[in-house]
């Protein structure tokens, strides 16, 4: 495997001096050609995802397909505009000039994606590398070994090797990958593998793009229709089986309103999720294996030991990797659930007496990917926003904002470096290149040496700046 990914490795990095020529038109044929490929793998797809994850059609369709169908669209629209050189103002010291920024690709970039979004976490960024004419390799997660092979056959099929290459393989691969002196790293995942990642990027001085995760905290503020609250909050909690990097990690309930909300959770839970009192798993993904049901299980067990109370669930079905939906209250401080991120369909709900105690916890845990505010209360939505710290934030939702492609999505130092999607997600595959065409009116040789006689250039420079 070395050999191989170091040959396919050397030939894209010959080849990127050629790609970088191709102009729009020739990307987006590239695009086109991927789409039509995932398009005719479509069903292959829908049961890769089901056999990885148990995943639904209509939740595959909703969370991976339609997305990068959507990236895909938006990309082909807008590409040509993305690339023309933006236009940008003067200084005083060459006020007749031009000054342009070009984007120019990156060159090979490497992208290694996670299972629990198996296909769109491969080609969002994969999109973002083609549109800004990079050549990739592409390391699919090896815990998703389903949705991995489907990956690899349709980028096999829609590029040559030394443009797009896909290698599947366990953690000693990217091990393995790691090593080589790449342009670019887009890597998503844990915070913990991500520090490794930027370790072994720091070596090459390689840039590098981190999609992480942590602990997403919601607030719902005592001003707030609860019944929409719950609802959006267990669909956000529970996709997927809560293995979603920007789902609700814990929810702060106003105290007078913790038991209502707590009813209003289980509503919400059996309408979406039970059918005649049965969980239904053909709309309730698995876990995605025996090691991640194991942490699961152990991080509840250990909470409820040290006294917190399970208000729903608690059942588990280890032969199918399946958690029921779960809600924990009178969590004991210093439990696990609190201190790492759950990717899992549990939720720790806090009591709270006013907003500022809220946001002081919120603060004294590292940056999240995501914050989630419930209130009609203008003045609290907007001290939250001032007096906090996210990757991205919904007010009166979840989720939602990693769907717009006009919006940069990504975290912020423990939960992400750089960000993706539509245009941002072509900015970071690229290098914004200073271009700075002079005059012939050229007044720069008023600063050259030598200086006598020259004071008044400063007292000019100083009167007009």
Same mark, same amino acid.
């Given at each position: 495997?070395?050999?191989?990914?170091?040959?396919?490795?050397?030939?894209?990095?010959?080849?990127?001096?050629?790609?970088?020529?191709?102009?729009? *038109?020739?990307?987006?044929?590239?695009?086109?050609?991927?789409?039509?490929?995932?398009?005719?793998?479509?069903?292959?797809?829908?049961?890769?995802?089901?056999?990885?994850?148990?995943?639904?059609?209509?939740? $595959?369709?909703?969370?991976?397909?339609?997305?990068?169908?959507?990236?895909?669209?938006?990309?082909?629209?807008?590409?040509?505009?993305?690339?023309?050189?933006?236009?940008?103002?003067?200084? !005083?010291?060459?006020?007749?000039?031009?000054?342009?920024?070009?984007?120019?690709?990156?060159?090979?970039?490497?992208? &290694?994606?996670?299972?629990?979004?198996?296909?769109?976490?491969? %080609?969002?960024?994969?999109?973002?590398?083609?549109?800004?004419?990079?050549?990739?390799?592409?390391?699919?997660?090896?815990?998703?070994?389903?949705?991995?092979?489907?990956?690899?056959? #349709?980028?096999? @099929?829609?590029?040559?090797?030394?443009?797009?290459?896909?290698?599947?393989?366990?953690?000693?691969?990217?091990?393995?990958?790691?090593?080589?002196?790449?342009?670019?790293?887009?890597?998503?995942?844990?915070?913990?593998?991500?520090?490794?990642?930027?370790?072994?990027?720091? =070596?090459?001085?390689?840039?590098?793009?981190?999609?992480?995760?942590? =602990?997403?905290?919601?607030?719902?503020?005592?001003?707030?229709?609860?019944?929409?609250?719950?609802?959006?909050?267990?669909?956000?909690? !529970?996709?997927?089986?809560?293995?979603?990097?920007?789902?609700?990690?814990?929810?702060?309930?106003?105290?007078?309103?913790?038991?209502?909300?707590?009813?209003?959770?289980?509503?919400?839970?059996?309408?979406?999720?039970?059918?005649?009192?049965? !969980?239904?798993?053909?709309?309730?993904?698995?876990?995605?294996?025996?090691?991640?049901?194991?942490? +699961?299980?152990?991080?509840?067990?250990?909470?409820?030991?040290?006294?917190?109370?399970?208000? !729903?669930?608690?059942?588990?079905?280890? $032969?199918?990797?399946?958690?029921?939906?779960?809600?924990?209250?009178?969590?004991?401080?210093?439990?696990?659930? %609190?201190?790492?991120?759950?990717?899992?369909?549990?939720?720790?709900?806090?009591?709270?007496?006013?907003? @500022?105690?809220?946001?002081?916890?919120?603060? $004294?845990?590292? =940056?999240? /990917?995501?914050?989630? #505010?419930?209130?009609?209360?203008?003045?609290?939505?907007?001290?939250?926003?001032?007096?906090?710290?996210?990757?991205?934030?919904?007010?009166?939702?979840?989720?939602?904002?990693?769907?717009?492609?006009?919006?940069?999505?990504?975290?912020?130092?423990?939960?992400?470096?750089?960000?993706?999607?539509?245009?941002?997600?072509?900015?970071?595959?690229?290098?914004?290149? *200073?271009?700075?065409?002079?005059?012939? /009116?050229?007044?720069?040789? %008023?600063?050259?040496?030598?200086? &006598?006689?020259?004071?008044?250039?400063?007292?000019? +420079?100083?009167?007009? %700046?």
């Amino acid at each position: 495997m070395e050999q191989k990914t170091d040959v396919v490795f050397k030939t894209q990095q010959a080849y990127k001096y050629t790609l970088r020529k191709n102009n729009a *038109a020739q990307r987006i044929v590239k695009l086109k050609t991927l789409k039509d490929a995932i398009k005719k793998y479509e069903g292959a797809l829908y049961k890769a995802l089901n056999s990885d994850l148990r995943k639904s059609v209509f939740e $595959s369709s909703i969370t991976e397909l339609f997305f990068i169908y959507g990236e895909l669209d938006f990309a082909i629209k807008n590409l040509k505009g993305w690339m023309f050189p933006k236009h940008v103002g003067t200084t !005083l010291t060459s006020p007749f000039s031009k000054n342009r920024i070009y984007y120019e690709p990156k060159g090979v970039c490497l992208i &290694i994606a996670p299972w629990n979004y198996p296909f769109q976490l491969v %080609m969002s960024p994969l999109i973002s590398a083609i549109a800004a004419g990079n050549c990739a390799i592409v390391k699919p997660s090896e815990l998703s070994p389903a949705t991995s092979k489907v990956i690899s056959k #349709i980028i096999a @099929e829609a590029f040559e090797e030394q443009e797009v290459a896909c290698f599947e393989g366990n953690a000693s691969l990217s091990t393995l990958l790691l090593k080589l002196p790449f342009d670019h790293i887009f890597f998503t995942g844990s915070t913990e593998v991500g520090k490794i990642v930027m370790e072994a990027a720091a =070596k090459n001085l390689t840039s590098v793009t981190l999609e992480l995760g942590g =602990k997403s905290p919601t607030i719902v503020d005592k001003d707030v229709d609860l019944v929409k609250a719950a609802e959006k909050i267990a669909w956000g909690k !529970l996709v997927n089986a809560g293995q979603t990097c920007i789902a609700p990690d814990y929810v702060f309930v106003h105290e007078q309103q913790l038991d209502e909300f707590i009813g209003l959770y289980k509503a919400a839970v059996n309408k979406m999720y039970f059918k005649t009192d049965k !969980l239904d798993t053909k709309v309730y993904g698995k876990i995605i294996s025996p090691k991640h049901y194991k942490r +699961l299980k152990t991080l509840i067990d250990e909470a409820v030991e040290r006294g917190a109370r399970i208000d !729903l669930g608690g059942t588990f079905d280890e $032969s199918n990797q399946t958690i029921y939906p779960v809600l924990l209250s009178k969590i004991p401080e210093g439990a696990k659930v %609190m201190e790492e991120e759950i990717f899992g369909p549990v939720l720790p709900i806090i009591s709270y007496k006013n907003l @500022e105690e809220v946001i002081d916890q919120i603060n $004294s845990k590292s =940056k999240a /990917l995501a914050l989630y #505010i419930f209130s009609k209360n203008q003045k609290n939505i907007k001290h939250i926003i001032k007096n906090t710290s996210a990757g991205g934030t919904c007010v009166n939702d979840v989720l939602i904002h990693i769907s717009n492609p006009k919006l940069p999505f990504g975290g912020v130092n423990g939960s992400g470096i750089g960000s993706c999607h539509g245009f941002f997600g072509f900015k970071n595959f690229s290098h914004e290149r *200073a271009v700075v065409f002079q005059s012939r /009116l050229d007044l720069s040789s %008023m600063i050259y040496p030598p200086y &006598i006689g020259k004071e008044w250039v400063l007292k000019l +420079l100083k009167r007009i %700046m």
